[in-house]
């Protein structure tokens, strides 16, 4: 019988700083644990209503293009171990699918974003805060070839939409936050000594479970 709340992992930073890559590292290190990822992205506001010509125009880098009342509506519904129903993004089509993802509740929830830490609300609830820190070199070069490959991008719109929007609300919303983290993580994925010290942390909250 479970009797404590879940633990919140709050995993934030820059667009390509490495987020999915810590998220995965911390995942990994939990196979027989009830472990889940909940991420901000998923609650980016339904923009089926506008033309797609439209919903290139939004700022997907300001905290307004986030439904976040409804992911902390499911978080403290997780929080109390209620599944929810989540939305899932079309990056290609910039707006939510149709589709919904059941998710039930676990012991541990990793919550990423370029944002989370943007919100006392969320941060309220979360157990251990990171950043996860990278050079805005390493990230543009890293969205690039993302954004190609998986999010339907050419590299003239990467280019013009991180020069016009993303290094702009990066530098104004997003690198402030990291003031508010418990651990900074510089480099990403592949900061095995970070990842092991908030690995131990967990565990040792887990390990304090009645
Ligand atoms: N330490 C690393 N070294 C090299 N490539 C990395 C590293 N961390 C992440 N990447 C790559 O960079 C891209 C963005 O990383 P990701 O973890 O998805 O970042 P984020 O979730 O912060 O946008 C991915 O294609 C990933 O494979
Ligand atoms: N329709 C959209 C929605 C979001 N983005 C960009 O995604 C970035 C956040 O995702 P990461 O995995 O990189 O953290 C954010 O910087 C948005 O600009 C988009 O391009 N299109």
Redesign the pocket.
């Known amino acids: 019988m479970v009797h404590h709340k879940p633990i919140v992992i709050g995993v934030a930073?820059?667009?390509?700083?490495g987020?999915?890559s810590v998220s995965q590292a911390i995942l990994s290190h939990f196979p027989n644990h009830s472990i889940m990822m909940l991420e901000h992205?998923s609650y980016?506001k339904d923009q089926s209503d506008l033309p797609f010509e439209e919903?290139l125009k939004?700022n997907?880098?300001h905290p307004f293009?986030f439904d976040t009342d409804l992911l902390i509506d499911h978080l403290n519904k997780l929080l109390r171990y209620e599944s929810v129903s989540k939305p899932v993004?079309d990056?290609v089509a910039?707006?939510r699918s149709c589709d919904i993802e059941i998710q039930e509740p676990k012991e541990v929830i990793i919550l990423?974003?370029?944002l989370i830490l943007a919100d006392k609300r969320l941060r309220d609830l979360m157990d251990i805060k990171v950043f996860v820190d990278t050079d805005d070199d390493i990230r543009i070069i890293r969205?690039i070839k993302?954004?190609i490959e998986e999010?339907g991008?050419t590299l003239d719109s990467v280019i013009d939409?991180y020069l016009r929007?993303?290094k702009p609300?990066?530098h104004q919303f997003i690198e402030p936050t990291k003031r508010y983290a418990d651990v900074v993580v510089p480099e990403g994925g592949k900061n095995h000594v970070a990842i092991d010290l908030i690995n131990t942390k967990i565990s040792t909250i887990l390990g304090n479970f009645p």
Do not use: F, L, N
Request: hydrophobic share 15%; net charge positive; charged share 30%.
């Open positions: 930073g820059g667009s390509g700083s987020k999915t992205d980016y919903r939004t997907y880098d293009a993004y990056y910039h707006t990423e974003g370029i969205r993302r954004d999010r991008r939409q929007i993303v609300m990066y």
